[in-house]
Each structure stands twice: as structure tokens, then as C-alpha cells.
């Protein structure tokens, strides 16, 4: 009998590409695919296009159209509201790449040999330039590399029922932070499980093109664009804020000891100075992550306390 999967798509103006994406999913081999849409309110006909498209494909759901204003809002208002009982697994997804054929059965070949989430390297795709690029994220892991990144994009995670529901529970019992958060939907989940003892595979193949263009939201960091964009959030201090909403909504021993390391130098020193090593996966990303954090500590104080 073949694994039955829920993908989650966030949407917002995806009438360009949206077509390609939804057949990809549809497509996928040896797994029972349903499509549920999440819909950001849009202005360019993707939702009547899918309208119509989900009334002849009755694997496809859709939403109502709500003001989110992110993709992360998007996938967390998704995860709230939808029932996974009949499913196995549950995948999220972009409205603007394209998955290989042997997405899906690959990542469940993982999860069924233990693992309980899963993620990819994936391929950049200029598309416009008929140009890739491979992006290795299965580095290995670290101690503490789920509190600083992703261990992938968002639409190369699938997560067991088991631990979507843990995740789902977590995400509506925290939502009072996590509706401030703007970004890295990805981090979270990967942040959630690990701290929650759940075991992760980092795959070292790709699967998905990951399709890169002017309206992505942060896209990949090399783009000039997506450098300006991530150096803005740097500079703004966006990036380290939504971490600590992050390390907040998780609320353990080791976010705590986090949250102190921005508001205590000596917690800095013994928490991230003498563990920068551990703080992301790759050499380059461990050492200009450990800048950002210094520049973040010195122009940057957290309030840790948590009003209940």
C-alpha cells in the first residue's frame, strides 16, 4: 500500500509558475499525494486558476484567502488549521519550483529507516539563464546548528504524522510569539524537533529546482539581490529578532541559555564564543555567522524575560 502524503503549498501571486509546481507534486511516484493550498490574498488570478483546477482534482484543496504577509506566516497558519489523521507523512512546498519524480519516495525511504524529519540539498535554477547550481546543506550537523539555520528550504522537509501533530500542538500553544515571526519557517521546524529529541536526516542529493527570480523572497544569497536583502536583515537586526522569537516559542534549556548570551557578556563568552564552532555546519558559515552574532551582541541587548 502506498504512503499517503500531505504537501502544504504556500501561495501568494503564483500564477507564473504555479502550474509546473502543482503537476510536479501531482506527479510524484509510488506515494498518495493531496495538495492542500494556503492562500496569502492575491491580486493576479492564482486563486480562480486553482479554483478551477482543484474542482476537476479532488486531491487538491485550497483555502480561503487571508492577509498573511509572509511565506512563514503562511505555512504557520497552514499548520494550525489543517487534520493530517488519514496521512502519513506531511511536506511543504513553494508555489515556484519544480520537484523531481522521486521527491517524495526518497524522503519517506529515510523516515521509514528511523528518522523522523527529513531535508535536501537542492539546485539552484536561474531558469531565465538556463543556469544551476548545486547548494550542499547536508554538511554535518552540530550541536547547535538548529538554533542558527535551516537544514534545507521549507519545500524539502517531510516530517512523519507524529511529529507534525507535535509541531502543529506546539505551533498553536506558542502562536502568541510566533505570529511575530517573518521569516525562516524552516529553522523553526528544524529547531522544534530537534530540541523535542526527534531525529533528522540531512540528505546530500537534491531534488528540487529551486527556482530562483526577481519575486522570490529572499532567494538564495548568490544573487545580488538576496546578498542586499540578507545584509539589510543583518543590518536591521531582522534576522537575529526572529531567531529569538524562535528560541522563545521553543523554550528550553538550551534556547534559554541563548536568550542570556544577548543580554549577559559573560553568557556570550561560554555560550557562543566558546562554542562558534558549533553554531552552523559548514567552516565559512561558522565564522561569518560568529561576526554576525558579535556585531548583533554589541548594537543589540535581548530582554529575556517571558511574560506568561
Not at 491580486?43 to 487538491?60: C, L, M, Q, V, W
Not at 547548494?135 to 534545507?152: L, M, V
Not at 522563545?248 to 557562543?272: A, E, G, H, M, W
Not at 552574532?293 to 543589540?300: A, E, K, R
Request: aromatic letters at 18%; a positive charge; one cysteine or more.
Amino acid at each position: 500500500m502506498k504512503p499517503k502524503i500531505l504537501v502544504i503549498m504556500s501561495v501568494f501571486n503564483g500564477i507564473n509558475y504555479i502550474k509546473e509546481q502543482v503537476d510536479s507534486i501531482l506527479k510524484q511516484e509510488d506515494v498518495n499525494v493531496n495538495l492542500f493550498i494556503n492562500f496569502d490574498k492575491s491580486n493576479d488570478g492564482s486563486f480562480e486558476y486553482i479554483k478551477k483546477i482543484a474542482h476537476k482534482d479532488k486531491r487538491i484543496t485550497l483555502s480561503e484567502q487571508n492577509k498573511y504577509g509572509s511565506a512563514c506566516q503562511n505555512f504557520l497558519n497552514a499548520t494550525k488549521k489543517v487534520n493530517v489523521n488519514e496521512y502519513d507523512y506531511i511536506s511543504f512546498s513553494d508555489q515556484d519550483d519544480h520537484w523531481k519524480p522521486s521527491k517524495l519516495k526518497n524522503a519517506i525511504r529515510f523516515l521509514s529507516d528511523g528518522y523522523d524529519g527529513y531535508s535536501s540539498n537542492v539546485t539552484l535554477w536561474f531558469y531565465y539563464k538556463n543556469k544551476k547550481k548545486f547548494i550542499n546543506k547536508s554538511t554535518k550537523q552540530t550541536g547547535y546548528d538548529h538554533f542558527f539555520e535551516a537544514p534545507g528550504p521549507t519545500s524539502s522537509i517531510v516530517i512523519t504524522k507524529e511529529l507534525f501533530n507535535k509541531f502543529q500542538k506546539f505551533t498553536i500553544l506558542r502562536y502568541k510569539y510566533l505570529k511575530k515571526l517573518k521569516n525562516f519557517f524552516d529553522i523553526l521546524v528544524y529547531c522544534f524537533s530537534i530540541e523535542s529529541n526527534y531525529k533528522w536526516y540531512i540528505d546530500e542529493s537534491s531534488y528540487i529546482l529551486y527556482r530562483q527570480h526577481q519575486r522570490n523572497e529572499l532567494g538564495y544569497r548568490y544573487s545580488f539581490k538576496s546578498l542586499k536583502k540578507r545584509l539589510h536583515l543583518i543590518l536591521k537586526f531582522r534576522w537575529i529578532v526572529d531567531l529569538k522569537i524562535i528560541w522563545i516559542s521553543v523554550n528550553t534549556k538550551n534556547s534559554k541559555k541563548l536568550l542570556l548570551s544577548f543580554s549577559n557578556f559573560q553568557f556570550f563568552i561560554r555560550n557562543i564564543v566558546f562554542k562558534f564552532f558549533l553554531i552552523r555546519r559548514s567552516i565559512i558559515d561558522k565564522l561569518l555567522f560568529f561576526i554576525i552574532l558579535i556585531y548583533s551582541f554589541i548594537f543589540l541587548r535581548f530582554s529575556v524575560e517571558e511574560k506568561n
